[in-house]
């Protein structure tokens, strides 16, 4: 008599644990977030110009409140773009070698 193979359950399988997300800039002691270094904002910008949530960063909620503001003084300045039209258009200009 043959028998059957169980089907694996979804409990059985290998679980997916997400990386934890952390606060580089509490890791980084940082106090102020500097609006002229474009450098250090342009990860939080996605490649559509969108400020980066925090679910997504892992900024804690005082760097992000921080960080939007800097990104937003830095969009006023044109160093960061407000859309991704403009940055094709430009060659990145705000964008520091």
């Known amino acids: 008599m043959a028998y059957r193979q169980a ?6 399988r290998a679980r997916y644990v997400p990386k934890r997300k952390f606060c580089s800039f509490c890791k980084d002691k ?12 342009r990860p939080h910008v996605t490649d559509r110009g969108k400020i980066e949530p925090r679910r997504k ?15 937003k003084r830095a969009r006023h300045l044109a160093l960061l773009p407000y859309v991704p039209a403009h940055s094709r258009k430009t060659g990145e200009v705000g964008l520091r070698d």
């Open 7 to 12: 089907k694996p359950r979804k409990w059985d």
């Open 57 to 71: 960063s892992g900024t804690c909620a005082r760097h992000q409140r921080l960080l939007s503001m800097a990104i």
């Open 30 to 41: 940082v106090e102020a977030i500097d609006y002229k270094d474009s450098v250090k904002l």
